[in-house]
């Protein structure tokens, strides 16, 4: 879901630099169509049948992610779905998407390496954790004082296990490091660090469900090491 929102993001600032494409607009509706078929299962499994019903996959998509805070963590996609964003006023409004660019690259980083680990060949994973140590520093001190020492704790040890060969495969404690910190990472982005008694429901359950995901990932990677 967060990656698909991700990519609808990506999509739509293409548009706005380069103008409609047949292709990119293709895969953008494609994308959406995905993605509300995926929250339509999530609602469903989760006990919520009710909320979907008599209910357009747009419309359940909206209320979605008004209701977790998703909205403003991927404003270009909650404009082109419809979405009425209550945002600062005057020259804070440029700032404030700027600052959610960042946040939202942040995040994309996170969740492909948290995608990544989990195959068998880790020899660009140096390269994008300095990626995401990069997008760590233009997140602003929220994230670099949190995360860049968390960082720098591991980065030789990563780049030179992902080094040795020309298939290299990282040290399950490298993994599970890995795993642990792009996971906080993706919640403090999402959730702004609340505690989870201070979230929203919605956006409580959509945090567990990440932390379930990306730690099912990671046991996942240890039986297939072992």
Known sequence: MLNELSRIEMFVTRIETVGKHEETSGELNKTIAHLEQTLLAFEVDNGHADRIENTSGRVMLRRYMIRTGLAEMFPKSSEYLGIELVLPGGSYIEAHFRHMSSINQL???????????????????????ALLYQCITQAGPQFSKK?????????????EASSVSDEPY?????????????????????????????????????????????????EGGMVQAA
């Not at 969740?111 to 954790?129: G, P, S, Y």
């Not at 995360?147 to 980065?155: C, D």
């Open 147 to 159: 995360y860049k020492s968390r960082v720098e704790e591991n980065f030789d040890a990563l780049k």
């Open 107 to 129: 995040t994309s980083i996170a969740l492909q390496l948290q995608n990544d680990i989990k195959l068998t060949n880790h020899k660009f994973v140096a390269h994008q954790v």
């Open 170 to 218: 990282l040290p399950i404690e490298l993994q599970a490091w890995l795993n642990d910190l792009t996971t906080d990472i993706v919640a403090e982005a999402l959730f702004s660090g609340r505690p989870m008694s201070q979230q929203t429901p919605d956006a409580a359950h959509l945090s567990q469900y990440i932390d379930k995901v990306s730690s099912e990932g990671a």
